[in-house]
């Protein structure tokens, strides 16, 4: 009997270790990203072309949720094009002072059908406007346009259609509060058995909107943080990797923060945050080819890295007969990041639903860039591993 217990006792030993030595999570779960989906909305575009293809991402994230364990899904902003109302273009061909005027209510219709698909099933998602879905956005410049250039504000459509109020979030429990009619929001998901915060912020966030968000994070202790804003990378040029810093352009005037000054007063300040997601930025297109991808690593005062991604295929205009123009820009493709706490790995990858491949497989220049910066591994960060 002696010799029984101790072998029994050897291996609750052994096992014991075995539990200790496993990661405690051990899972593969997945985050997606949902780029600029503007072209697919707009309604000056081939209808229902686009948004179909809008329809189309959101109905292969609900149809891949348990295949890919999608545990959320995060919008970089410009859902639509036009986010003024109204919008007129010059009739080819006419008279000059000749225009055919848009109601672009069709447009944030487009978008809402499309990401009411998402919002039925259990996926978490957070959106982030950009610069095209504020209320005074203006799509035409020069000599025919409206007036002055003026610095970009307002939120009341956005709030009505993707506020805390609206269909797509009210009663969510994983929808955690809002501020400045909803263009900036967080939200709450799990993922391997870890809680995560996500902060969907405005574009350019002001002081105030970093304030919040600030006290988001204090009323979440302990969580890793995702921070998804819509502009805050160029794409890649040769040796370079920088921020954005539009301010000028957008929101003269305004209190509003460039991509540089919100990393030294927010990002960087809170150890927490691991990762920033964004789009708005992509090169001309060129045969149908556009480039929208980046990839930088800063360190935070904390030594850790942070993460910040670019993702934008709004330029890219092939479409399943491989001809440029045959699509209305954006092409389906979504960003996928795949972490695997085993490995204690995570995989960025490029996929698009409407032309059912891989962006950057085989050493393949899909956009124009290194490969490298379609699917791409990094390190768990220190934010994950505590």
């Given at each position: 009997?002696?010799?029984?217990?101790?072998?029994?006792?050897?291996?609750?030993?052994?096992?014991?270790?075995?539990?200790?030595?496993?990661?405690?999570?051990?899972?593969?779960?997945?985050?997606?990203?949902?780029?600029?989906?503007?072209?697919?909305?707009?309604?000056?575009?081939?209808?229902?072309?686009?948004?179909?293809?809008?329809?189309?991402?959101?109905?292969?994230?609900?149809?891949?949720?348990?295949?890919?364990?999608?545990?959320?899904?995060?919008?970089?902003?410009?859902?639509?094009?036009?986010?003024?109302?109204?919008?007129?273009?010059?009739?080819?061909?006419?008279?000059?002072?000749?225009?055919?005027?848009?109601?672009?209510?069709?447009?944030?219709?487009?978008?809402?059908?499309?990401?009411?698909?998402?919002?039925?099933?259990?996926?978490?998602?957070?959106?982030?406007?950009?610069?095209?879905d504020?209320?005074?956005?203006?799509?035409?410049?020069?000599?025919?346009?409206?007036?002055?250039?003026?610095?970009?504000?307002?939120?009341?459509?956005?709030?009505?259609?993707?506020?805390p109020?609206?269909r797509?979030?009210?009663?969510?429990?994983?929808?955690?509060?809002?501020?400045?009619?909803?263009?900036?929001?967080?939200?709450?998901?799990?993922?391997?058995?870890?809680?995560?915060?996500h902060?969907?912020?405005?574009?350019?966030?002001?002081?105030?909107?970093?304030?919040?968000?600030?006290?988001?994070?204090?009323a979440?202790?302990?969580?890793?943080?995702?921070?998804?804003?819509?502009?805050?990378?160029?794409?890649?040029?040769?040796?370079?990797?920088?921020?954005?810093?539009?301010?000028?352009?957008?929101?003269?005037?305004?209190?509003?923060?460039?991509p540089d000054?919100?990393?030294?007063?927010?990002?960087?300040?809170?150890?927490?945050?691991?990762?920033?997601?964004?789009?708005?930025?992509?090169?001309?297109?060129?045969?149908?080819?556009?480039?929208?991808?980046?990839l930088?690593?800063?360190?935070?005062?904390?030594?850790?890295?942070?993460?910040?991604?670019?993702?934008?295929?709004?330029?890219?205009?092939?479409?399943?007969?491989?001809?440029?123009?045959?699509?209305?820009?954006?092409?389906?493709?979504?960003?996928f990041?795949?972490?695997?706490?085993?490995?204690?790995?995570?995989?960025?990858?490029?996929y698009?639903?409407l032309?059912?491949?891989?962006?950057?497989?085989?050493?393949?220049?899909?956009?124009?860039?290194?490969?490298?910066?379609?699917?791409f591994?990094l390190?768990f960060?220190?934010q994950?591993?505590?």
């Amino acid at each position: 009997m002696k010799a029984f217990s101790l072998r029994h006792f050897a291996l609750a030993f052994c096992a014991a270790l075995l539990t200790v030595a496993a990661p405690a999570w051990a899972e593969r779960f997945t985050v997606a990203v949902v780029p600029d989906t503007q072209n697919y909305a707009d309604a000056a575009l081939p209808q229902p072309r686009g948004a179909d293809t809008f329809a189309q991402q959101m109905q292969y994230l609900v149809d891949k949720r348990e295949e890919k364990n999608l545990v959320f899904a995060a919008f970089v902003g410009d859902i639509v094009q036009h986010g003024d109302g109204q919008f007129r273009q010059k009739i080819e061909g006419a008279a000059e002072g000749q225009f055919r005027y848009w109601d672009t209510r069709a447009e944030w219709d487009n978008a809402n059908r499309a990401v009411s698909i998402l919002s039925r099933s259990p996926i978490p998602f957070g959106m982030s406007p950009g610069n095209h879905d504020y209320d005074n956005y203006s799509w035409w410049d020069g000599p025919d346009s409206p007036g002055a250039a003026r610095p970009l504000s307002g939120g009341r459509t956005w709030d009505l259609y993707f506020g805390p109020q609206s269909r797509h979030f009210a009663g969510k429990p994983w929808y955690g509060g809002s501020f400045n009619q909803g263009l900036n929001s967080y939200q709450l998901f799990t993922g391997g058995g870890k809680r995560f915060l996500h902060l969907s912020l405005e574009m350019q966030p002001t002081p105030a909107a970093l304030a919040w968000a600030q006290e988001a994070i204090d009323a979440n202790p302990g969580l890793p943080v995702i921070v998804t804003t819509h502009e805050w990378l160029h794409p890649v040029l040769p040796g370079e990797t920088k921020r954005s810093n539009g301010y000028q352009f957008y929101f003269e005037g305004s209190d509003h923060l460039p991509p540089d000054e919100i990393w030294d007063r927010f990002i960087r300040k809170n150890p927490a945050i691991f990762l920033v997601l964004c789009g708005h930025n992509w090169t001309p297109t060129v045969d149908g080819v556009s480039q929208g991808e980046n990839l930088r690593i800063d360190r935070n005062d904390a030594g850790y890295p942070v993460y910040q991604v670019l993702q934008d295929y709004q330029g890219n205009t092939i479409g399943p007969d491989g001809k440029p123009g045959s699509d209305n820009g954006g092409a389906g493709w979504l960003r996928f990041i795949e972490f695997d706490t085993d490995s204690r790995k995570i995989h960025f990858y490029t996929y698009s639903t409407l032309l059912d491949r891989y962006a950057g497989r085989n050493g393949e220049k899909t956009f124009g860039a290194p490969a490298r910066y379609s699917d791409f591994v990094l390190d768990f960060p220190p934010q994950l591993l505590k």
